[in-house]
């Protein structure tokens, strides 16, 4: 019953921006950890950013300065504003969603268990 479902990614060149959603309830996002992860075929998925109930942020070492996430209440929606893009930046990008208002100190995918069907991200020049 818990759902999530991104959209956005596209195909961009280096240093290009890019702006991906992730639908959810309106509970979910009021009250619920959410975070966006990626993963590159045959290596292990990564964490992005994860934003706490309460609208606390962290982001990965690797993102920090470029990637921004926020969410909207309101709208039921959680985003990831991508600047600066770099070719590593290739990825699907999945968000997650867990029932619990503080999200896990490490950005482990293995904590969480609901995922959309990921939004591709291609940075090529």
């Known amino acids: 019953q818990l759902e999530v479902a991104e959209s956005g990614g596209g195909s961009v060149q280096p240093g290009g921006s890019l702006r991906l959603s992730c639908t959810a309830s309106v509970h979910a996002v009021s009250h619920y950890c959410m975070g966006w992860f990626r993963q590159v075929p045959g290596k292990e998925r990564e964490g992005v950013a994860v934003?706490?109930?309460?609208?606390?942020?962290r982001y990965a070492d690797s993102v920090q300065n470029r990637f921004t996430a926020s969410k909207d209440k309101s709208l039921g929606k959680m985003f990831l504003q991508l600047n600066n893009l770099r070719v590593e930046d290739t990825a699907m990008y999945y968000c997650?969603?867990?029932?619990?208002?503080?999200?896990?100190?490490?950005?482990?995918?293995?904590?969480?268990?609901?995922w959309g069907q990921g939004t591709q991200v291609t940075v090529s020049s």
């Open positions: 934003i706490d109930g309460d609208g606390s942020v």
């Open positions: 997650t969603v867990r029932d619990q208002s503080v999200c896990p100190w490490h950005l482990n995918p293995a904590s969480y268990r609901i």
